[in-house]
T-cell receptor
Framework: KAGVTQTPRYLIKTRGQQVTLSCSPISGHRSVSWYQQTPGQGLQFLFEYFSETQRNKGNFPGRFSGRQFSNSRSEMNVSTLELGDSALYLC???????????FGSGTRLTVV | TQLLEQSPQFLSIQEGENLTVYCNSSSVFSSLQWYRQEPGEGPVLLVTVVTGGEVKKLKRLTFQFGDARKDSSLHITAAQPGDTGLYLCAGKKNYGGSQGNLIFGKGTKLSVKP
């Protein structure tokens, strides 16, 4: 079956711009989580959506937002980009609470 | 303060050696997962453990969940170059009946030289 698909794979943006990243989960998975991965901090939780509702939110500023559509696809948006937002953004989908996550290959965002 | 502490951070060994990676916390987790990540890719789930004291084997990899569900270990027997990667432990906490988000350790970077 198809895995978790994230688009785009690479993105270069200028400070102050905004960006939207997309994630298509595995068919049947209703939970979608987003993580930011940097060499210094590792994987930091951004938010989790389940059936179009945000269920958990990490400790990130309000510039980071997300949403989930009725087909479980999810998007995350970062407004007013800062240099420190440069990272690998990972999306993961899961069938439910007790199951493991399947990650996409990520979107590598570089802010210049 | 990192909720899940992994050690060692880096490990470089020769093919055929054994190794153990540790994942420790002062918190209790309802489940703990291990992932392996290769450069430029997302983490791949290796195993989920949910019961204190549980031991799971995946070929040459042995995973153990501590009795108190606060720690876990990953042991690799006769490591091979294909085992090279970043090993991540991740735990879920139970908040009044509902599951919280998955919390990750910073990982152990393993390099196995032929």
């Amino acid at each position: 079956k198809a895995g978790v698909t994230q688009t785009p794979r690479y993105l270069i943006k200028t400070r102050g711009q905004q960006v939207t990243l997309s994630c298509s989960p595995i068919s049947g998975h209703r939970s979608v989580s987003w993580y930011q991965q940097t060499p210094g901090q590792g994987l930091q939780f951004l938010f989790e959506y389940f059936s179009e509702t945000q269920r958990n939110k990490g400790n990130f500023p309000g510039r980071f937002s997300g949403r989930q559509f009725s087909n479980s696809r999810s998007e995350m948006n970062v407004s007013t980009l800062e240099l420190g937002d440069s990272a690998l953004y990972l999306c993961a989908s899961s069938f439910g609470d007790i199951y493991g996550y399947t990650f996409g290959s990520g979107t590598r965002l570089t802010v210049v | 303060t990192q909720l899940l502490e992994q050690s060692p951070q880096f490990l470089s060994i020769q093919e055929g050696e054994n190794l153990t990676v540790y994942c420790n916390s002062s918190s209790v987790f309802s489940s703990l997962q291990w992932y392996r990540q290769e450069p430029g890719e997302g983490p791949v789930l290796l195993v989920t453990v949910v019961t204190g004291g549980e031991v799971k084997k995946l070929k040459r990899l042995t995973f153990q969940f501590g009795d108190a569900r606060k720690d876990s270990s990953l042991h690799i027997t006769a490591a091979q170059p294909g085992d090279t990667g970043l090993y991540l432990c991740a735990g879920k906490k139970n908040y009044g009946g509902s599951q919280g988000n998955l919390i990750f350790g910073k990982g152990t970077k393993l390099s196995v030289k032929p």
